[in-house]
């Protein structure tokens, strides 16, 4: 953890020196970030892990679907 922090804040550093980052849009991403680890953290503790498996599978399942969508369509258009 510390080590992601780290790199994170070095990175970070660069970018707002070079005014590549907006400080204001970090912000509001990372309050939510930090909203959904702790919804994330509760859950687990409240469901049944046969539950978020399912539900994880499920999501995963979507996923795959919508990326080879999305790829199909690319290059079926690509191919135009």
Known sequence: MASIIATSSGSASFYVREKIA????????????????????????????????FLWEKDFKFSLITLFAFLILTLSLAAR
């Open 22 to 53: 907006t400080v204001r849009v970090a912000m509001f991403l990372e309050m939510f970030t930090t909203v959904g680890a702790i919804l994330g953290a509760t859950i687990t503790t409240v469901i049944s892990p046969v539950l978020l498996y």
